[in-house]
């Protein structure tokens, strides 16, 4: 190494700018028209890397900046190799950027390799409905807030955009938190720096996500209705099963498919692709394989139950779903299920009629098995839960709203009947 006075001057001036910033165990020197950097630890070992920086007077801030930017993640208690690699990731990225300057290039090349090749791809911890809907959107907010300075400057404007607390605010928000959290872990090889994007951990996002105001919790509280059986065989046999179009008639027998089994066994619109038959003790059992995925946990497969029976015997559900094939539904595309049957149905005078006087979706089929089962059945809210594949918390939240007054006095004088009928045969 050159002695301080014959080296250049600006090479003397980066240096003591270095050595007030970071100390003397960080010393640089020329190799190969390149800056090299060694590092001397207190246990006496030595590290040297190579930076990909020009050894030049014009690149003497990107010298300062890169050295400063190491001897933080070091002092921060990264390991040497965890340093290089969140260098080399950087690099690759981005020129090396101050760190109270936005990144958004790093950012948004940064959640593309989360959300498809680690969440999608690698891991299978998300579906490509949730990939193409969910994250596509939270991605779309990433890229219009990607000047933000740090994970909590990102997370407020991410926010920004709708009103405190609603679901999409809410869902966005917890996705960029999770892609963060990704990308400060050994998992993303630290391809964000943690000092600068490591956001608040789970469970304590409620300043980004916000309450709803009153107006907001009015309607979010207000039911989703269900469909009533007479409604729901009127929707289904209305269908234009019979058309002349071979196109039209084709589509109809496939939502009629899916409508009569989400009717029957209360599925959600998803699940229709994921049901089996099997025989246990020679009883033939309807199996729904579908897994639903959250950020804790993975939904196990459930048996599910006909109710009415008589549907699935009039339908002839067992052998048609024994016998399934791919074109017996609808086409499984990356849009959401439940909307693409809303679109069909949009145009249907029964479906038109009745969504007139009540405020009916494509859950409301799954809706009508739930009050069918307490109603019709006696079925206790933890074995309807059960079959429809949720805990009973979210149960009684989502369809106790269905029980309105007149329900109620339905519902009392069957079990005075009930009551009756027992009282004399005992």
Not at 126 to 135: A, F, M, P, V
Not at 268 to 287: A, D, H, M, N
Request: proline content about 4%; some cysteine; overall charge positive.
């Amino acid at each position: 190494m050159k002695a301080r006075t014959t080296a250049p001057g600006w090479v003397q001036g980066v240096r003591t700018i270095l050595r007030e910033s970071v100390g003397p165990s960080y010393s640089i020197v020329e190799q190969r028209g390149k800056t090299r950097l060694t590092v001397r630890f207190s246990s006496g070992v030595r590290k040297s890397v190579v930076l990909e920086i020009l050894w030049e007077k014009a690149a003497t801030r990107k010298i300062q900046e890169q050295v400063e930017e190491i001897a933080r993640l070091v002092n921060g208690g990264r390991s040497w190799d965890e340093v290089m690699q969140i260098i080399k990731r950087n690099n690759s990225f981005t020129a090396p950027i101050a760190a109270d300057e936005p990144e958004p290039d790093l950012l948004l090349k940064a959640f593309d390799i989360w959300s498809v090749d680690f969440m999608y791809k690698q891991t299978r911890r998300i579906e490509k409905s949730t990939l193409d809907g969910q994250y596509a959107k939270a991605r779309k907010r990433l890229k219009e807030v990607s000047n933000a300075a740090n994970a909590h400057d990102l997370l407020v404007k991410a926010g920004q955009c709708w009103e405190p607390g609603i679901r999409v605010r809410e869902q966005v928000i917890r996705t960029l938190a999770k892609f963060l959290r990704w990308g400060v872990s050994k998992d993303s090889d630290y391809i964000l720096d943690s000092t600068k994007w490591e956001p608040k951990p789970k469970g304590n996002l409620s300043e980004y996500i916000g309450q709803k105001s009153f107006q907001a919790r009015v309607k979010s509280v207000e039911p989703t209705v269900a469909l009533e059986d007479s409604e729901i065989l009127a929707i289904i046999n209305s269908l234009p099963v019979e058309s002349n179009h071979p196109r039209d008639k084709r589509s109809a027998k496939q939502w009629q498919f899916a409508l009569q089994l989400m009717s029957t066994f209360g599925l959600r619109p998803g699940e229709i692709y994921f049901l089996e038959v099997r025989i246990v003790k020679g009883q033939y059992q309807v199996w729904c394989n579908y897994q639903k995925k959250n950020d804790t946990s993975l939904g196990k497969p459930r048996r599910v139950h006909a109710l009415p029976p008589e549907w699935q015997k009039e339908w002839n559900l067992i052998d048609r779903i024994q016998n399934m094939t791919e074109d017996d539904l609808p086409v499984k595309s990356s849009a959401n299920v439940g909307e693409a049957c809303r679109k069909y149905l949009s145009g249907k005078p029964v479906w038109k009629a009745i969504k007139e006087n009540k405020a009916i979706i494509p859950y409301s089929f799954r809706h009508g098995w739930s009050l069918r089962s307490h109603l019709d059945f006696g079925l206790s809210d933890t074995v309807s839960a059960k079959a429809m594949g949720h805990t009973v918390a979210v149960h009684n939240q989502i369809y106790s709203q269905y029980i309105t007054e007149g329900l109620m006095d339905e519902a009392i004088e069957k079990g005075i009947n009930y009551r009756n009928l027992t009282k004399d045969i005992k």
